[in-house]
């Protein structure tokens, strides 16, 4: 029995034979131990090598959920539209009404500075509307000089009117007190009441706009006789009153 069990000891190349098989066998066992335990991967990897999980896009979604994702945010819109138009408007509106405002207040400057410079000129064109009616100059040298300040006060006439400004005529018209300024009344027997019988100073208007209120005398229409009507001051009497 001993020379059966010894009988290849002696031989090198088959105890190296039994040395490899027994190498190869402990190098793999690791391997299928492990492939016993590993569980299938359902995702396919990616670029890197690991799994990645699958997103649903936007055309696998139920459409009647997309849909009424999509009416949603088409209404949201819209109000984000309306909201954003009524803004506008209203500022559009607002920016309107100031460049409105600020045009009337210019204008409103503008004329307020041309009537206190006119109301300062006027008085010398009185001036020479007096020196026109009460001056009747004879001599040759007079009338030279009565010529050229007409030409003047003509010339000043001129500006004015070029400016807008016109002359009242008042004598005869209703009294009106945003045009008038009644500064006497006396009775009248050729005007009604409340009629301009003379002017005493004339006023003047800017493009329809008041520049100077004209000083006038008012009627107070045929008073009784032998009173004095109103408590006013009494008046001339009639021309044949006089006569008796």
């Given at each position: ?191 009604p009441e409340d009629v301009v019988i003379e002017e005493l100073q004339r006023g003047y208007q800017l493009n329809g706009r008041v520049l100077r ?32």
């Amino acid at each position: 029995m001993s020379g059966d069990t010894f009988a290849g000891s002696g031989d090198p190349q088959a105890l190296d034979q039994v040395a490899g098989q027994d190498d190869a066998a402990a190098d793999t066992a690791p391997l299928e131990a492990a492939a016993e335990h590993t569980q299938p991967i359902d995702a396919p990897p990616d670029a890197s090598g690991f799994a990645t999980e699958q997103v649903a896009t936007p055309e696998q979604q139920d459409p009647a959920a997309r849909a009424a994702q999509l009416e949603q945010e088409l209404a949201a819109l819209k109000d984000q539209h309306e909201n954003l138009n009524s803004q506008y408007m209203r500022l559009a509106a607002d920016f309107d009404n100031f460049r409105k405002r600020q045009s009337r207040d210019l204008e409103d400057q503008r004329l307020q500075i041309t009537c206190t410079t006119l109301s300062e000129i006027l008085p010398v064109v009185d001036n020479f509307d007096r020196a026109r009616q009460q001056l009747n100059p004879q001599h040759e040298e007079a009338q030279t000089l009565h010529r050229s300040y007409q030409g003047l006060y003509k010339q000043l006439v001129e500006v004015f009117k070029q400016l807008g400004v016109s002359p009242m005529r008042v004598e005869g018209e209703p009294f009106d007190p945003t045009l008038h300024e009644a500064v006497m009344r006396e009775p009248s027997e050729q005007h009604p009441e409340d009629v301009v019988i003379e002017e005493l100073q004339r006023g003047y208007q800017l493009n329809g706009r008041v520049l100077r209120h004209a000083l006038v005398k008012v009627s107070m229409g045929p008073g009784p006789a032998g009173s004095s009507p109103m408590g006013a001051e009494p008046a001339e009497p009639p021309a044949q009153e006089q006569g008796g």
